[in-house]
């Protein structure tokens, strides 16, 4: 391994907490300038809301399997007023708030403010991020967004009712969502914040990547986890100006009388607005040219992580790993021309529509490269069942479900009979939950033991991993035979049409699923928190791998390495015949005898 010790940074930082005042405590676990507090920081925080999210997504499915019952224990406490029921008003509320949570609180900032933040400087072996203000802004800026959604869910009577989507002109007409006057508001100032911090985490992590590579890590020599940070960062970059001006523009329209979104002559509960002369489909097309990108910045950052758990554990090279970079930059490019494709129904020119259709199943070439490259892999590999391998491969397996049915939609024709029916609900289940959530799972199985310098349990871990696995596809695959017979989604009772009535007990099944889902999730909490204390303390590198994070301290002090690494190869050179260790750390000098140099027999 390699070598010059340095000195580590400025002393400060160094744990240890007795002698330490409350100014330095605020300024070592709060107001942290270090890249991995504040990428702990933002996994607590998104970790809470993703149990805000899943208790959210449990009411929508109580009311779709027990419409107007009442809900057990709960309904008292949360809505009195109506006897113990979710109005069909707060279930409008329920859908929005949950996908809200889910996509801006929870995937977003966990992949890039928590993986992206603790994991960039470490991979790179750089000693923090290029910009650590800008970083600690990066979360501190959240909270006015929690503050804001909050606010905007708990403002009674209902809370925002616009979907995560925020149509106009219901979600720009003042109250045309019963009691969703300040809520919308506060929604749209909330989304902004979010906004606001993934900007300046990707202005960041573009300049850390570019310019504080440790010396002899070129770019293709970065682990794939940096290439997707890489890459999504500059999907933030491009993206996220056009949402957060079209935000701007809806906040106006609400507030200060423009008409960007309203068109002419507009009635709404028997009332004119006053403003006009807008477009309602503008909202959509400025919406999802962000919003499309966005599912990227969803999974690209999971693609990456998974594919560095893949080789580890099948201890072998990752296969095609320039045509992996290739797709990853392949599927963003594409996704800046794809945006349409939610849009086929709202009336736009069919020639239009087909390149959009075109451009779509585009997108399945680049994604299927990475899964052949992530099953070539593993073939003939010496496979090791680990539970964050389990969890990366059960991301692949899901991603081809939720890929699939991503190309049957892209078909206009099809589209026009499924949109807005359950079967997109199973799609985006199956990118998301199945895929960039179970990913998250095993990435911090996976870089836990860096993090804490513990491990997590691995029998607790399979249990949890395969219970997930099994609710997860009792909820979600259920939904794609819900969707082909035309199962409405976001409304709150669909057995109003008699045509949907026999599908109530379908719906119960995933109910049930759904809360056995939740309920597993205990398993992981009570592995998380009790590992951090009591996990068996482990070195450097307990998996034998190759990236530089592996060999900083377990967990890395302040200044992160205690030498300066120097990188001599990329990092899936596992099972390598110049060593004799299955593995061959990208610090670690090749052999000094030119004999023993492993020579490529095509050059
Ligand atoms: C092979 C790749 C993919 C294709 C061809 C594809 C295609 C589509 C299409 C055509 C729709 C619109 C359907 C409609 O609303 O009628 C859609 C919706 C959606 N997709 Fe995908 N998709 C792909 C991958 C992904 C990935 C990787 C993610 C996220 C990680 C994702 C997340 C979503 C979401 C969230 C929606 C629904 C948005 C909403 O209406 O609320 N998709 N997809
Ligand atoms: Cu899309």
Request: proline residues 7%; glycine residues 10%.
């Amino acid at each position: 391994m390699s070598t010059t010790a340095i000195q580590p940074h400025g002393s400060h930082g160094h744990s240890g907490s007795h002698g330490m005042g409350v100014g330095e405590f605020v300024r070592t676990y709060v107001f942290s300038l270090d890249h991995k507090i504040i990428g702990l920081q933002f996994l607590f925080s998104t970790l809470l809301w993703f149990l805000v999210g899943g208790l959210l997504a449990l009411g929508i499915r109580w009311q779709l399997a027990y419409p107007w019952h009442d809900m057990p224990v709960i309904g008292r406490m949360l809505f009195s007023a109506e006897g113990g029921q979710i109005s069909p008003e707060f279930y409008t509320t329920l859908f929005t708030m949950h996908a809200t949570v889910m996509i801006f609180f929870v995937i977003i900032p966990i992949l890039a403010g928590a993986f992206g933040n603790y994991l960039i400087p470490l991979m790179i072996g750089a000693d923090d991020m290029a910009f650590p203000t800008l970083n600690m802004l990066s979360y501190w800026f959240m909270w006015p967004a929690f503050f804001f959604i909050g606010m905007s869910f708990l403002w009674p009577p209902y809370g925002a009712g616009g979907g995560w989507t925020s149509y106009p002109p219901l979600s720009v007409v003042w109250d045309a969502a019963p009691g969703s006057h300040w809520p919308q508001t506060l929604w749209l100032l909330g989304v902004t914040c979010v906004g606001i911090s993934s900007m300046l985490g990707s202005v960041n992590y573009m300049t850390t990547i570019i310019q504080m590579r440790a010396p002899g890590l070129t770019m293709f020599r970065l682990p794939l986890t940096i290439w997707a940070m890489f890459i999504t960062a500059i999907l933030q970059a491009f993206a996220l100006p056009v949402l957060t001006a079209a935000g701007f523009m809806q906040l106006t329209d609400r507030t200060l009388g423009t008409g960007f979104f309203l068109p002419e002559g507009l009635v709404v509960n028997n009332s004119l607005p006053a403003t006009g002369g807008g477009q309602p489909i503008l909202w959509q097309h400025l919406f999802w040219f962000y919003s499309h990108p966005a599912v990227y910045i969803m999974i690209l950052p999971a693609m990456g992580m998974v594919s560095d758990i893949i080789a580890c554990f099948a201890r072998k090279p990752i296969f095609g790993y320039k045509p992996m970079v290739y797709s990853i930059s392949g599927i963003a490019g594409l996704g800046f021309i794809v945006w349409g494709h939610h849009m086929f129904v709202s009336g736009m020119n069919p020639f239009l529509g087909m390149t959009f259709m075109v451009s779509t199943m585009m997108i399945a070439l680049p994604s299927a490269v990475k899964v052949f490259n992530w099953l070539g892999t593993i073939w003939g590999g010496k496979i090791q069942f680990t539970t964050p391998m389990l969890f990366a491969l059960s991301f692949v397996s899901m991603f081809i479900i939720g890929g699939l049915s991503g190309i049957f939609m892209a078909a206009t024709p099809v589209d026009i009979f499924i949109h807005d029916t359950y079967f997109i609900v199973a799609h985006f289940h199956y990118v998301l939950f199945a895929g960039t959530a179970m990913a998250v799972f095993g990435s911090i199985y996976f870089w836990f033991p860096k993090m804490f310098g513990r491990m997590m349990d691995e029998s607790l871990g399979k249990v949890h991993f395969f219970l997930t696995f099994l609710f997860l596809n009792g909820t979600f695959f259920t939904m794609h035979i819900l969707g082909a017979v035309g199962f409405p989604r976001r409304l709150a009772d669909p057995y109003d049409y008699e045509t949907f009535r026999h599908l109530l007990p379908m719906n119960q099944f995933m109910t049930w699923c759904a809360i056995g889902m939740v309920a597993t999730q205990v398993i992981f909490a009570f592995n998380f928190i009790r590992s951090i204390f009591f996990g068996q303390i482990v070195g450097r590198n307990p998996w034998g791998a190759n990236s530089l994070e592996w060999m900083a301290p377990s967990p890395p002090g302040h200044g992160n390495f205690d030498f300066q690494p120097i990188v001599y190869r990329g990092p899936y050179e596992y099972g390598s015949p110049e060593v004799d260790t299955d593995f061959y750390p990208q610090t670690q000098p090749p052999p000094a005898d030119p004999a023993k140099r492993y020579k490529d027999p095509h050059h």
